[in-house]
């Protein structure tokens, strides 16, 4: 914004030669710099009210990722996997609080890691508000819930408590400083010395974010094994459906409107011109609503995209895999949601359905069991959506949002270059090496220690009866008469006759 500085000095001589002129000037400017002051601190104010309502936002996911694991599994195990959502924020909580937020944002640091504010100390400071630190970790337990759902239905609970605190306090934070701080050595934001000059532009998350959560749920997954009747003898994959669409779909519902702010949020602010433009109505809000937009398209090419692709696959309109492509259009628009112009979010959707698609069917030939297609949907779709913003990003609006480097590289395919896909490539095998690197061995650990996965018995019986102390419906077998007539749950993993 424009400052005004007003001068008794200056100001004196347009008085006259007034005997109180001297006191008039100081007068009027003491005037001016109050009513400057005030504007200064309504600017704060209204980028923080904007900060705080996009984290009440983005954590409004966590009810969404709640929904969608509890539909997504059999309704044995749905006190489970709700506990652990719930459990991914609080444990999320503390570890942020005491760890993560300083090893990500604890400038001045180096370019690998954060080295203050832990627990808070000395915060807030000119480099952020209490505002800031809640938004980030809403992002954080996001991360840990995208985990979670990978590894639903055959893992103890002492695991998700043990991987949770880890991956918020430690794994997470760590790439968030390389790719957002403005330390970081991959950085869009540092002031010299960016990777191929252009540093990282991931700039909501495809692979901070959803890479992180999606291969550290490979990982999970594939060390315990899939479940049981997941495949059968001959190595065949089984159909081992959820126990709800209507949560499946209200969760996909939650999490959408999550994500406009999680996208236009990360913006941080909202009170800033673009003054090069010469038009006062265009300015930050413009470039918020933009984004907003091209999540919404990115989206809805994908679900469209999964309906008809599916469609013509298996002959049938599956709603939960248009909830899923959905995601992953979401999933992989994230990166470049704001420097990409509305009709190549098109692009971006599109492709993210096939990515998704491709990599089910690469699970089932590697007898790989994820129940909600998460590393598939977070991993493979956010990978993609890290090449997507390497092609397609505008030169306009990336000076727009990351200004002061005049000929910074932008998409390959918009005249930029290949130095950001460069950099972008980088990131993805970098996102990858980092979270194989202490995820896989801590879950190899836990497997090892007898801490991973549940006894075939519990798996058979559910966890909710085992770990939880009851079922979370009455529930029963269609073709069981002996059940007084009630409410009850069907078990749509056994055929109707």
């Known amino acids: 914004m424009a400052t005004f500085t007003c001068s008794a000095a200056d100001l004196r001589p347009l008085l006259g030669t007034a005997a109180n002129a001297a006191a008039a000037a100081e007068y009027i400017c003491n005037g001016f710099d109050a009513v400057s002051d005030k504007f200064v601190a309504a600017a704060y104010a209204i980028d923080n009210t904007y900060l705080l309502f996009s984290a009440y936002l983005v954590f409004s996911m966590q009810i969404g990722f709640a929904m969608l694991c509890a539909g997504s599994v059999r309704a044995k195990n749905t006190m489970n996997i709700m506990l652990t959502n719930v459990l991914d924020a609080a444990t999320g909580g503390l570890s942020y609080y005491l760890f993560g937020f300083a090893l990500a944002y604890g400038s001045p640091s180096n370019g690998f890691i954060g080295k203050h504010f832990f627990g808070l100390e000395n915060f807030p400071s000119p480099s952020g508000d209490y505002s800031y630190f809640l938004y980030q970790w809403s992002f954080a337990i996001a991360a840990a819930g995208i985990t979670s759902g990978s590894i639903a239905e055959r893992t103890q609970f002492v695991a998700y408590l043990i991987y949770s605190f880890f991956l918020t306090g430690l794994v997470y934070p760590i790439v968030s400083h390389w790719f957002w701080s403005a330390d970081g050595w991959a950085s869009a934001a540092r002031e010299d010395n960016l990777l191929f000059g252009s540093g990282v532009i991931d700039f909501a998350g495809s692979g901070v974010v959803h890479m992180v959560g999606g291969i550290a749920g490979l990982w999970g997954a594939w060390i315990e094994g899939p479940r049981m009747g997941r495949f059968d003898s001959d190595g065949k994959p089984v159909s081992v459906r959820g126990h709800s669409c209507t949560l499946v779909v209200l969760g996909t519902f939650l999490l959408w409107f999550g994500w406009y702010g999680f996208n236009p949020g990360s913006f941080l602010t909202i009170l800033k011109t673009y003054g090069q433009t010469g038009s006062s109505f265009y300015g930050q809000w413009s470039a918020i609503g933009r984004t907003a937009v091209t999540t919404t398209i990115a989206g809805s090419s994908a679900a469209l995209t999964t309906l008809f692709g599916k469609r013509l696959l298996t002959g049938h309109w599956n709603v939960t895999d248009v909830c899923n492509g959905l995601l992953g259009g979401f999933a992989a628009i994230t990166g470049g949601c704001s420097v990409v112009d509305p009709w190549a979010a098109i692009i971006c959707g599109f492709v993210a359905s096939w990515v998704l698609i491709g990599f089910n069917k690469l699970a089932e030939k590697f007898k790989y069991d994820d129940p909600l297609e998460a590393a598939q949907l977070h991993g493979g779709c956010g990978a993609w959506g890290i090449i997507f913003t390497g092609l397609f990003a505008k030169k306009e609006y990336v000076n727009e949002i990351y200004p002061g480097k005049p000929g910074r ?89």
Do not use: C
Not at 414 to 420: E, P, S, Y
Not at 475 to 493: A, E, L, R
């Open 409 to 497: 590289p932008h998409g390959l395919f918009m005249g930029g270059g290949g130095r950001l896909l460069g950099a972008h490539l980088i990131q993805i095998l970098v996102v990858a090496g980092w979270v194989s690197a202490t995820m896989g061995p801590l879950f190899f650990l836990l497997q090892k220690l007898g801490l991973l996965r549940i006894s075939p018995d519990e798996e058979m019986a559910g966890i909710d009866v085992t770990s939880h102390g009851g079922l979370a419906y009455e529930f029963h077998d269609d073709n069981d008469k002996t059940m007084k007539s009630s409410f009850t749950m069907t078990n749509m993993d056994t055929p109707t006759v």
